[in-house]
């Protein structure tokens, strides 16, 4: 049996860390879509205010098979 995959991009943010950046993300995601088999993490930046990192930002390449 084969299968076909899409992947489509998404952005998450987090005030805590980069991972709950990923889990929060991956989390909406599969809310709307089915069959998510992966994510790969594009890019990551931390936002700072006043010398401080305020904020974590992911960039997500999220897999999901087709149906």
């Known amino acids: 049996m084969?299968?076909?995959?899409r992947v489509t991009t998404i952005t998450s943010r987090s005030d805590q860390?980069?991972?709950?950046a990923?889990?929060?993300?991956?989390k909406r995601a599969s809310e709307t879509l089915r069959h998510i088999e992966?994510?790969?993490?594009k890019d990551q930046t931390a936002v700072i205010t006043d010398g401080e990192v305020t904020s974590w930002q992911v960039?997500?390449?999220v897999t999901f098979v087709l149906e």
């Open 2 to 5: 084969s299968s076909v995959a």
């Open 17 to 20: 860390s980069f991972e709950a």
């Open 22 to 26: 990923i889990r929060d993300g991956v």
């Open 38 to 41: 992966g994510a790969w993490v």
């Open 59 to 61: 960039v997500l390449e």
